[in-house]
């Protein structure tokens, strides 16, 4: 059996649910929504801490603290619902993905935050 030298393969055939195969480019969006989100969840409390009165550190902590949990709640809800029903699950790959690096990125923002605001109080000279 010969082979014509102008055939070509046929096209894999798509999936039959309609989903696309995941890009990066959706992925990356996806992580970057998740980290800005942590970003302005401590935005957001090192804000409010500079505006009430008393202890600035402690303000910050639980303003952020509960801005982390509420993004967390949205953040696995949203990504699982993109990742599984959308025709692209990249921005909900994504979002998982960029919520679970800023749950360690978090933290170290937060502890510098803390520093600053208890040395803005003139604890520490």
């Known amino acids: 059996m010969t082979v014509s030298p102008n055939w070509t393969p046929p096209e894999p055939p798509r999936p039959a649910d309609g989903k696309q195969p995941i ?11 998740a980290l800005g989100a ?13 505006t009430m009165s008393g202890e600035a550190a402690f303000t910050f902590l639980t303003v952020a603290a509960i801005g982390q949990v509420v993004l967390a709640i949205a ?26 690096v800023g749950m360690i990125i978090s933290p170290v923002i937060g502890f510098g935050v803390c520093v600053s605001l208890v040395d803005s109080q003139g604890m520490f000279g």
């Open 75 to 100: 953040a696995l809800v949203a990504g699982t619902i993109l990742a599984v029903r959308g025709r692209d699950g990249g921005i909900g790959l994504g979002i998982i993905i960029g919520w679970a």
């Open 23 to 33: 890009r990066p480019g959706r992925m990356w969006t996806g992580i970057g929504l």
């Open 38 to 50: 942590h970003l302005l969840t401590i935005l957001v409390g090192w804000i409010v801490a500079l």
